[in-house]
Structures are given as C-alpha cells and as structure tokens.
C-alpha cells in the first residue's frame, strides 16, 4: 500500500532552516510528484511547492520563493522540503503529498509539526 | 483571505443531504479541475473528490463533486457522525504565478 511517512517534530529559533522529509513505499516513486502543504494552527491548507520525483523540476509557491528547496533522493525513495529564515508564522503541520495530476493529492503523510519560537 | 471562497459552516442532520460551494474565478476553478479533502480533526487531509466529480476508490458515492463556471459544489448524502470534519476544496490557479490554491475550509456538524 502507498505511504508516506515523515520525519518528526522540530522546533527552531527564528532565521534558522529546517530540513523535513519524506519518505514514499508502495509505489514507483518516480512516477509521481510530490507537492508539500502546510496548515498553521487553527487555519486552512497552503500549497508550498511541488517537485517531480522524475527529473527534480520544480515549481514553488509564489510566496515562498527564495526561501524553500525541494528536493528528491530517488535511491531511497524520499523527498525533502528546506524553508530558511524562519518566521513564527511558519509555525505550522507540513504535510507531504503524492500529486495524482493537476493539483490532486492522493496520498499524504502524517503531517511534521514544525514550531518556531525564541 | 482565501483565493477559493467556502462557507464557513454547515450543519444537518444525521441522514440527510448537504452541500459545500466553492467559489472561484476564471483563473482557477473556471479552467481547471477542481479537487475536494476531508479532514477529520488531528489528521491529515484526505481526497474525496478529483477531476471536479472522480471519487477515488473506497471513496463512497455519499460524495459528490460538479462544477459550473467559476464555482463547484461537493455534495454528501447520507450524513453519518463520522462525517463532522472541515472540507476543503482546492484547484491550480494559472495566473501569474501558477500555485495550487485552496479554500479556506468548511467546517460541518452533524446535529
């Protein structure tokens, strides 16, 4: 069966960097790309960005740019997401997920709580 | 403030039908599929709905998705408590900047 399960709960201090990951079974992970949302406290979902797990394309939310890398390992089958010069509002659940087509996701993992505060 | 526009809440009673909306703009829902989650509380989101109508498999054709124009619409039939969770419904945006965007969610109770 799919799964997607990632690393675990991190708290950084403000302008710091966090590295989560991804790691995909049960499927040919490169056959699919992989998007990254996140959900602060209390609030909706945020598209992040989306890689493709076949040749490392990306495209990054607006928003996001010049602070978040993604990244793919395709011999271990897992996907990585950096976000730099942390902010308390990036307190938030990151949450990768596999990318059916067309903004669809079909397969998520358990979410990484990520806090940031001084 | 959301690029899609949801309802805040909705409420029915166990057994009968609701539907959430989803309101958009040509940009987005007008010239893409549109894609519906469930989450229940303290979990990850879960699709429902793709392709603005497609349900995955196990999904149980309680759910329902349709679109028209700029807006979309998921329908649930049946209520069960099991059902009390937010919906959010989400879709590419090809304007400028081409991010996936979600609405802001519909929180529903099952009275």
């Known amino acids: 069966q799919v799964q997607l399960v990632q690393s675990g709960a991190e708290v950084k201090k403000p302008g710091a960097s966090v590295k989560v990951s991804c790691k995909a079974s049960g499927y040919t992970f490169t056959s699919y790309g992989i998007s990254w949302v996140r959900q602060a406290p209390g609030q909706g979902l945020e598209w992040m960005g989306w890689i493709s797990a076949y040749n490392g394309n990306t495209n990054y939310a607006q928003k996001l740019q010049g602070r978040v890398t993604m990244t793919t390992d395709t011999s271990t089958s897992t996907a990585y997401m950096e976000l730099r010069s942390l902010r308390s509002d990036d307190t938030a659940v990151y949450y990768c997920a596999r990318d059916l087509r067309g903004g669809s996701f079909d397969y998520w993992g358990q979410g990484t709580l990520v806090t940031v505060s001084s | 403030q959301s690029v899609l526009t949801q309802p805040p809440s909705v409420s029915a009673a166990p057994g009968q039908k609701v539907t959430i909306s989803c309101s958009g703009s040509s940009s987005n829902i007008g010239n893409n599929y549109v894609s519906w989650y469930q989450q229940l509380p303290g979990t990850a989101p879960k699709l429902l709905i793709y392709?603005?109508?497609k349900r995955p498999s196990g999904i149980p054709d309680r759910f329902s998705g349709s679109k028209s124009g700029t807006s979309a619409t998921l329908g649930i039939t049946g209520l069960q408590t099991g059902d009390e969770a937010d919906y959010y419904c989400g879709t590419w945006d090809s304007s400028l900047s081409a991010d996936v965007v979600f609405g802001g969610g519909t929180k529903l109770t099952v009275l």
């Open positions: 392709d603005n109508n």
